[in-house]
């Protein structure tokens, strides 16, 4: 299984980016999908997921939305009003499971990360 992600980039605060995750090896549709982050010298944290349903962490609810493309074999993370604080690598990753999955332990396989920056 390979994951890729892509759409990481420098953006001005209250701007938007979106990231994708190409899946290649398995399917992405069946399983849960996440997506990560890393600050500077912060440990990784929890960022979305989407199953059956979708689940965000509270610090990007309301402005952050993650989508699957099934045909596509391709997971998106769409970042409006993006703040300094949004800066991180961000990381795609697959469960070989289904449900909510808040736990990088509950995840089986990763992309290499893409960085986000946001100026103020």
């Known amino acids: 299984v390979h994951l890729v992600e892509s759409g990481g980039g420098l953006v001005q605060a209250g701007g938007s980016l979106r990231l994708s995750c190409a899946v290649s090896?398995?399917?992405?549709?069946?399983?849960?999908m996440g997506w990560f982050r890393q600050a500077p010298g912060k440990e990784r944290e929890f960022v979305a997921c989407?199953?059956?349903?979708?689940y965000y962490a509270d610090s990007v609810k309301g402005r952050f939305t993650i989508t699957r493309d099934n045909a596509k074999n391709t997971v998106y993370l769409q970042m409006n009003n993006l703040k300094p604080e949004d800066t991180a690598i961000y990381y795609c990753?697959?469960?070989?499971?289904?449900?909510?999955?808040?736990?990088?332990?509950?995840?089986?396989?990763w992309g290499q990360g893409t960085q986000v920056t946001i100026s103020s």
């Open positions: 990753a697959r469960s070989n499971y289904g449900g909510i999955a808040l736990r990088e332990q509950d995840y089986a396989y």
């Open positions: 989407i199953t059956w349903a979708t």
């Open positions: 090896g398995r399917t992405a549709d069946a399983v849960t």
